[in-house]
């Protein structure tokens, strides 16, 4: 039945947890209210409260705390109430959870996730799309869904993962996206991108709510007789490299769109892998469409400046076919 | 253990006809642990370090030593423990013997991490100890969620955290005993307030008296204990495990102490006052047990230095075999980094 990107990640984490009993959730809101988003709504009711924790405002706790829980051989489940406030808990992803397998061979198999990006009128701390910081910390996952199959799949990957992992979902998509999804249980391997659309004459790789702007542009270009392929890279870290240079390979332009801001974001990663590995097979230079380098501003004709939308696709794609 | 019980200690009690006394035993294996500390961090610092076999930095515990050595003893062997770095007899009382913390030291890889960390950055989840990282405090959180695993699993184990003085400046401290009490983890803190966070003295750490008096703010019962009397350590220590096992939450003990050395082998410690040096090393912890047992009959002079030479030898034989260990070999960077399957 068609199922919303809510409902599917909520899924996957109810199944879960009836699957494992070392599975539990811990965060603000998430018992009592459900989540600020309803993610774990009903849970409380469901699994009792050992199992799904309210915790007091403490970001950096409750990432340490599912760390430590993990260390004992359970499967915590953190949410950053907003991915903006993953900030405060830096140190323990990136230096605690990240480490601990490297250092001492420990395993640290933690899911944070963490509701990113904009389009909600949300400003400059409830608005951010900060996967670039997690990607270039070797040790973590980071895996971001652009569908609802992918959201249920994915998240269920991530609590069986053995390492931690950043599980970005976005709040745009939540409820704006609806459709059918498999029934019952299944898993979307980590570490793979997918082609969302077939095409042979530019590659937009992308992720997240990204696509469906890729996918606008590409209706249009199809029109202009441009065939567009999408690939929904659906896992940050680890890179799925082979999926991107397949693609590159095939149709020689490359459009790298993403809704975080351009410098040192996943697109340069991805420009600079293509370059290096597929450099005879372009035709002409890799583009990026990224935000600005600036805050994520909360007035509507400045937050819509701001995003990436499908006439700054259109734009690089027709600088590249002319090219 | 198993170096302690090749001591054959127990010959040495004076009451060796009556059943064997508990705190005899107890004083005896934690001056061999106090002692074997001392020994393993002199060797690091003042002949391994400066022979420039240790490229990385040294942080000892010397004169703190009844603080790990107490509350370690008073844990059961299934209590989880996160030392800080100047803890080193944690692990020997888990049973990581001195050899593997020379190799560590020198980045070889009969270390426990293989040469992937240094120092103190060590940990065992088969021995239920968790390895600290750099930034201070940072395992109070962690602590405070490994507590919660275990009331989530129903064990009756708790969780015993060592940090120092200026680590309860972080937010991480006050986040992970907020987070312990408000959940009623079953987590044991240990302060060692040394009086000096690298250069910067405890009243420029903090406005506050003591470390102890920051517990009641989050309702965390705390008590400050005199850090060189090992029996006064390990009897808080006690207390704190029973409180953390009767289901009552967090427990903060405040052991008053004094580091005896600069923050790290090179670091002269120039901004201690010299007088404090000599007022606390007459406090030393070990001389302390040392009294305790001869004046208790518990042992004589004779039977202590035939034991810190037996120690010496044994610290010897380690130091050998962690110079023979191999550095990892190059291909070892790329390893572990996530799950191997």
Same mark, same amino acid.
């Given at each position: ?188 391997? @980590? ?63 490359? @459009? ?29 230079? @890799? ?37 | ?341």
């Amino acid at each position: 039945m068609p199922t919303t990107y809510l409902e599917a990640i909520r899924q996957g984490i109810w199944e879960e947890m009836e699957r494992d009993p070392n599975v539990f959730c811990i965060g603000e809101d998430i018992g009592v209210y459900g989540g600020a988003f309803k993610v774990t709504a009903g849970m409380l009711e469901a699994f009792g409260e050992k199992r799904v924790v309210d915790t007091p405002i403490s970001e950096s706790a409750i990432v340490g705390a599912a760390i430590g829980a993990s260390l004992m051989g359970l499967r915590p489940i953190a949410e950053m109430q907003y991915a903006d406030f993953i900030s405060c808990a830096f140190d323990q992803v990136v230096n605690f959870a990240a480490k601990c397998r490297y250092r001492w061979n420990a395993p640290v198999p933690i899911v944070v996730r963490a509701p990113s990006g904009g389009g909600t009128h949300g400003g400059p701390f409830h608005s951010q799309s900060p996967e670039a910081w997690f990607v270039h910390t070797p040790g973590l996952k980071v895996v971001m869904p652009g569908t609802a199959r992918d959201a249920k799949g994915l998240i269920k990957a991530a609590i069986r993962d053995n390492d931690p992992v950043i599980f970005f979902e976005h709040k745009a998509l939540y409820r704006r996206l609806k459709e059918e999804i498999p029934e019952g249980d299944y898993t979307v391997p @980590i570490g793979k991108a997918r082609v969302f659309r077939e095409g042979k004459d530019l590659s937009i790789i992308t992720y997240g709510a990204m696509l469906y702007v890729a996918q606008e542009a590409a209706e249009t270009l199809e029109k202009e007789g441009v065939s567009t392929e999408i690939i929904d890279m659906r896992t940050l870290l680890p890179i799925d490299e082979e999926t991107v240079l397949a693609s590159v390979k095939k149709t020689s332009r490359a @459009i790298l769109l993403h809704e975080a801001t351009l410098t040192g974001g996943f697109g340069a990663e991805i420009a600079a892998r293509i370059a290096e590995k597929a450099f005879e097979y372009l035709d002409a230079p @890799i583009a990026r469409v990224a935000a600005p380098d600036t805050p994520i501003p909360f007035s509507t004709p400045l937050e819509q400046a701001f995003f990436p939308n499908a006439d700054k696709v259109l734009e690089k794609a027709r600088w590249l076919c002319a090219y | 253990m198993a170096a302690v019980d090749s001591l054959n200690l127990s010959r040495v009690s004076r009451k060796s006809e009556e059943a064997p006394d508990p705190d005899a035993e107890l004083a005896r294996k934690a001056l061999y642990y106090m002692f074997l500390m001392r020994e393993v961090e002199e060797r690091i610092e003042k002949r391994l370090y400066r022979q420039g076999k240790i490229v990385g930095g040294v942080y000892v515990g010397r004169g703190q030593e009844a603080i790990c050595v107490g509350a370690g003893l008073a844990a059961d062997p299934q209590d989880v423990l996160f030392p800080c770095h100047r803890d080193m007899a944690l692990y020997f009382i888990r049973g990581i013997q001195p050899r593997e913390v020379l190799a560590q030291y020198m980045g070889r890889v009969g270390g426990p991490t293989r040469g992937k960390d240094g120092n103190m950055h060590m940990g065992d989840l088969n021995r239920r100890i968790v390895a600290i990282i750099s930034a201070m405090a940072a395992s109070v959180p962690v602590s405070a969620g490994a507590a919660m695993a275990l009331k989530y699993q129903g064990s009756r184990n708790c969780v015993l955290v060592f940090f120092g003085d200026g680590a309860t400046s972080r937010g991480d401290f006050h986040e992970g005993i907020n987070m312990a009490a408000v959940m009623k983890a079953p987590l044991v803190l240990i302060c060692n307030n040394n009086a000096y966070a690298y250069s910067t003295p405890v009243h420029k750490q903090m406005a506050c008296a003591n470390v102890a008096d920051k517990g009641p703010g989050y309702g965390v019962p705390a008590e400050i204990v005199d850090g060189n009397d090992f029996f006064a350590v390990h009897r808080a220590t006690a207390r704190a495990i029973a409180h953390a096992r009767e289901g009552l939450g967090p427990y903060l003990i405040e052991c008053k102490t004094f580091r005896m050395t600069g923050h790290a082998a090179h670091d002269s410690a120039f901004y201690v006052p010299k007088h404090l040096f000599e007022e606390w090393a007459a406090k030393d912890p070990i001389l302390r047990l040392e009294r305790h047992m001869i004046e208790n009959g518990i042992a004589t002079r004779e039977e202590i230095d035939a034991m810190y030479a037996r120690i010496r030898a044994e610290v010897d034989e380690a130091q050998a075999w962690a110079e023979q260990s191999p550095f990892p070999d190059p291909s070892e960077l790329l390893t572990n980094v996530y799950e191997e399957k």
